[in-house]
């Protein structure tokens, strides 16, 4: 099979105790495109669960399940695409061509073909497509009509795109330059006029407060720049060095503490003065989904072998907050609402209590379960309903929030 359960037999054995959730409803999608080792599945504004089952987008309604479209196109395949849902378009990016279905009926809204090589993301901020990838930055609005675009005459390459707080930006450098002239570039939303913030190689792909994390490039210096001005809010001179042997590593900028991760280490800054307030070591080998909730860091960890699980850490001590053992994939797929965290573990999904850090409930009975969605229904103000796509179909529970 194309997934990889890790430690399946140990959910097994510590669940005994736990609850069963009942699937409120299973829509079968009729897939007989089983070996697909991407499906993915969204909530859209007008209500509707939208998921990818091979060669087709299906949108359900999260109620009970009934579909309310199906739509496909000739170029269009769960296994090397990539979507994103606006207020009223659902785009699909594979290779350089750009396909947009309406969000209400599946009618194709249109095609169009983007420079450079290839989409490998597609972000929506502001209802504009932010669609990026090798030589690739382009903002589109719902209709496909562009917006802006790097000049595919520059030869750049591209990486840590971000769209967040009227922004977009990203780290890009010249082919011909050496490495030291890659930059910054923000990009206003409103306005598009840009601002470059020289020597800058990665930056985070959110921003908190309007400022995001940076790494400068000639001297590591970790920073924090604000996406207004384009200046320094802090510099830390001491801490970059350290991830120099990352082979790579996340921001997360956050107004309760800026964090940067690095295989199974996290550094957690000041947000005024950006000294280093901890460090914490995950007991896993890698640190996968990172998530900041209500003031702490949630993750997975994994490594090559042996127990998978989700810890949890106080951002403003650096307190471990507890580990619960359990199953994931090799790309681990979660969604969290409440207390709830929910993971997909290919036969069903396990739940954990984020603030009791105990494993609550689980389902084993969603075979193929391999991405999450989070709707909150105006029916249920309570709850969430979180739809699992499967192999077989689509399967939702509905779980109350505290
Ligand atoms: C599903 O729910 C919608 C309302 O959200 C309703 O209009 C529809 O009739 C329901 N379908 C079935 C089969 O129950």
Avoid: C
């Avoid at 495109?33 to 060669?55: H, L, M, R």
């Avoid at 901890?278 to 007991?283: D, E, G, I, V």
């Avoid at 949630?298 to 307190?319: F, H, I, M, N, R």
Wanted: no cysteine.
């Amino acid at each position: 099979m194309w997934f990889v359960v890790v430690s399946a037999l140990l959910l097994a054995s510590v669940s005994v105790a736990l609850k069963v959730d009942p699937v409120e409803w299973t829509t079968g999608l009729d897939d007989n495109y089983q070996n697909s080792p991407t499906q993915w599945i969204a909530t859209s504004a007008v209500g509707s669960t939208i998921v990818v089952d091979g060669k087709k987008l299906v949108a359900l309604n999260p109620d009970n399940g009934t579909v309310l479209w199906t739509a496909t196109h000739k170029d269009l395949d769960a296994t090397n695409s990539r979507f994103a849902v606006s207020s009223s378009t659902v785009l699909v990016g594979r290779g350089t061509k750009l396909i947009g279905f309406d969000v209400a009926t599946g009618a194709l809204v249109g095609t169009v073909h983007v420079d450079g090589n290839g989409v490998s993301a597609i972000v929506v901020h502001q209802d504009l497509f932010v669609v990026s990838g090798d030589g690739t930055v382009a903002v589109f609005a719902s209709d496909l009509s562009e917006r802006y675009s790097i000049p595919s005459t520059r030869g750049s390459f591209i990486n840590s795109v971000g769209a967040s707080s009227g922004y977009l930006y990203f780290t890009s450098s010249d082919f011909e330059s050496s490495s030291d002239e890659s930059y910054l570039n923000i990009v206003d939303l409103a306005t598009f006029a840009e601002t470059r913030v020289n020597d800058v190689m990665q930056a985070s792909t959110t921003d908190a407060d309007g400022n995001i994390l940076v790494l400068q490039n000639s001297k590591p210096i970790l920073g924090y720049v604000s996406l207004a001005t384009g200046s320094y809010v802090w510099r830390n001179e001491k801490v970059a060095h350290e991830f120099e042997n990352f082979e790579k590593f996340v921001f997360i900028p956050s107004t309760d503490a800026p964090i940067v991760i690095g295989d199974n280490k996290v550094f957690a800054f000041d947000t005024q003065s950006g000294n280093e307030v901890f460090r914490h070591k995950a007991p896993f080998s890698t640190i996968v989904a990172p998530t900041i909730n209500e003031g702490r860091l949630v993750y997975v960890g994994t490594g090559q072998e042996g127990p998978t699980g989700v810890v949890a850490v106080d951002l403003s001590t650096g307190k471990d907050l507890g580990k619960v053992i359990t199953p994931t994939l090799s790309t681990p797929a979660v969604a969290m609402s409440g207390n709830n965290l929910v993971m997909v573990n290919g036969q069903g999904y396990s739940r954990i209590n984020i603030r009791k850090m105990e494993a609550e409930s689980y389902n084993l009975n969603i075979p193929g379960a391999s991405a999450i969605a989070a709707v909150r229904l105006a029916s249920n103000p309570s709850s969430t309903t979180f739809v699992i796509a499967g192999l077989l179909g689509a399967s939702a529970v509905v779980l109350r929030d505290v």
